[in-house]
């Protein structure tokens, strides 16, 4: 729910699940035969107060995990969980927002930052996550950059857009979200969604760095009332 008392005081609350499944060859995993490729459990909000014009002083929270076990191809090897890792984080800064028929956006700048990571299942490798190994959780300080868009291009093409960036000033774990949504008409709409990644404080992967993009094609039904 929001809140909004149309002179200083603003309240935004989010919640989001997002769940992406896809078939699996078996000559890249002998084990599964699908795949989850996008799992997001997010729950954030943010509390403002206007300064003036379009800048807001603003408080943020933010709580993200995944909700599904995430496995190596060809093994039973768990590399992430529900709970492991999530995500904690509390910002102090400025929101700048515009708004108008056909763009909704919001870029906060947080100089205060604090990020709270945890890794609760223990056949989870908690050095993949940037933790010590036998440790738990993880405590940072330093800086936040967050911009979400809502734009519709056109009536029936509309972009959503969500950048993340964060920094305690020796490592950056940075995020891109962006999906195209397309009405082809009142029942069938496609959607095409690519996210990009980067996490420098992160247990690297033999072969891969540090940088990450998932990308998907969609088809789905749809009805409005």
């Known amino acids: 729910?929001?809140?909004?008392?149309?002179?200083?005081?603003?309240?935004?609350?989010?919640?989001?699940?997002?769940?992406?499944?896809?078939?699996?060859?078996?000559?890249?995993?002998?084990?599964?035969?699908?795949?989850?490729?996008?799992?997001?459990?997010?729950?954030?909000?943010?509390?403002?107060?206007?300064?003036?014009?379009?800048?807001?002083?603003?408080?943020?929270?933010?709580?993200?995990?995944?909700?599904?076990?995430?496995?190596?191809?060809?093994?039973?090897?768990?590399?992430?969980?529900?709970?492991?890792?999530?995500?904690l984080t509390f910002s102090v800064g400025m929101d700048y927002k515009l708004k108008n028929k056909t763009v909704n956006l919001s870029v906060v700048v947080s100089p205060f930052s604090y990020n709270w990571r945890y890794v609760g299942n223990d056949k989870v490798n908690e050095k993949r996550f940037g933790l010590e190994e036998g440790r738990h959780s993880l405590n940072d300080f330093g800086s936040k950059l967050q911009t979400t868009l809502a734009w519709t291009i056109v009536p029936t093409v509309t972009l959503n857009s969500r950048l993340y960036y964060f920094t305690n000033y020796k490592k950056i774990e940075a995020e891109w979200e962006n999906t195209l949504n397309f009405m082809l008409n009142r029942y069938l709409s496609t959607k095409i969604f690519l996210h990009f990644r980067y996490d420098d404080g992160i247990q690297r992967m033999k072969d891969y760095n540090y940088f990450q993009l998932n990308e998907l094609l969609s088809f789905g039904l749809n009805y409005k009332w």
């Open 1 to 87: 729910a929001n809140y909004n008392d149309k002179e200083k005081l603003q309240i935004e609350n989010i919640f989001e699940i997002k769940i992406g499944v896809n078939t699996v060859p078996s000559k890249l995993d002998t084990m599964r035969i699908y795949r989850i490729n996008t799992d997001v459990f997010r729950l954030s909000s943010k509390i403002g107060w206007q300064a003036f014009s379009k800048w807001y002083y603003t408080v943020s929270g933010e709580f993200n995990t995944q909700i599904f076990h995430n496995y190596t191809a060809n093994t039973n090897d768990l590399i992430s969980s529900f709970i492991s890792p999530a995500n």
